[in-house]
C-alpha cells in the first residue's frame, strides 16, 4: 500500500516529467482532511496547501509550520474577509469587488500581502463561482488594480468534468490566452504569470495547456476523511 509519501513522490517526479521546464507550484488541497494528514505531507516535503473554508484554516494554521504557505482555494464572503490576514498568502477564487475591497483593507491593517488570482467560469456551469467571460474578467482585473495590498497574479479556472481531455483542454488554453491577452491590455505581463487549473483527474490536460499551479487533494490524500 503506497504511502503518502510515496503518492506525493511520485506525483511530482511526473509532474516534473511533463512542465517542459516551466516553473509548476504543487498545492496540496488538505481540505476535509485532519491536521495530522496535512503534518505527513509536511514532513514529506510539501510546502503549499489549499484549504476551501476559513474556519478550517483557522483550526489549522495556529499548528502548522510558519513556512507552510496556505491557499484559500474556495469561494469567499465578504464577511470572512476579515479573518483572512494572517492566514492565507494566496487565494484562488477572487471575483467580486466587495470582497476584494474588503481584503485589501483587512491585509492593509494587518501590513501584509494578498497574492490573488481571479476565477473564471469557462465552463458555464452555474453551480461554479466566477466570472463568465473575457470583458467581464479584463474590467474585474483592471478595477482591483488599484487595491495595494492585492497583487493581481493571475487566473483561475475549474475544468468541466462532463468534458473528456480534449474539450477540458480547450477550456484551458483559452485560459491561458485570456490571461495573456489581459497581462498585454493592462501592461501588468510581468506579474500576471500564474494559471490556476487542473485537479487530480485533469491536472496532466492542464500542465499541457500551460498551468503554472495544480490543486491536487485525492492524488496525495486519498478520499475524503472527516477532520
Given at each position: 500500500m503506497p504511502t503518502l509519501q510515496?503518492?506525493?513522490d511520485h506525483l511530482l517526479v511526473e509532474i516534473d516529467q511533463l512542465r517542459s521546464g516551466r516553473p509548476v507550484t504543487l498545492v496540496a488541497v488538505s481540505k476535509t482532511k485532519p491536521l495530522s494528514m496535512l503534518l505527513e505531507a509536511y514532513q514529506a516535503?510539501?510546502?503549499?496547501?489549499?484549504e476551501n473554508k476559513v474556519q478550517e484554516a483557522q483550526l489549522k494554521r495556529p499548528n502548522i509550520p510558519e513556512d507552510a504557505v496556505l491557499h484559500l482555494i474556495g469561494p469567499l464572503q465578504k464577511n470572512k474577509a476579515k479573518s483572512c490576514p494572517p492566514l492565507f498568502q494566496?487565494?484562488?477564487s477572487l471575483?467580486?469587488?466587495?470582497?476584494?475591497e474588503k481584503l485589501n483593507e483587512k491585509y492593509e491593517q494587518a501590513g501584509l500581502d494578498l497574492e490573488v488570482l481571479v476565477q473564471v467560469n469557462l465552463s458555464g456551469e452555474e453551480t461554479k463561482s466566477g466570472l463568465p467571460g473575457p470583458e467581464s474578467v479584463q474590467r474585474f482585473?483592471?478595477?482591483i488594480l488599484p487595491f495595494e495590498r492585492l497583487k493581481l497574479r493571475g487566473?483561475?479556472?475549474i475544468g468541466d468534468p462532463s468534458l473528456d481531455e480534449s474539450g477540458n483542454r480547450r477550456l484551458f488554453a483559452q485560459l491561458r490566452r485570456l490571461n495573456e491577452e489581459i497581462g498585454q491590455s493592462l501592461g501588468i505581463t510581468n506579474t500576471m504569470e500564474h494559471l490556476s487549473m487542473g485537479m487530480s483527474h485533469d491536472w496532466r490536460w492542464a500542465i499541457a495547456e500551460g498551468a503554472t499551479m495544480l490543486r491536487v487533494g485525492s492524488t496525495i490524500f486519498g478520499g475524503r476523511v472527516p477532520l
Open positions: 510515496d503518492r506525493l516535503g510539501q510546502r503549499h496547501f489549499g494566496w487565494l484562488h471575483d467580486r469587488f466587495d470582497v476584494a482585473c483592471e478595477s487566473l483561475m479556472t
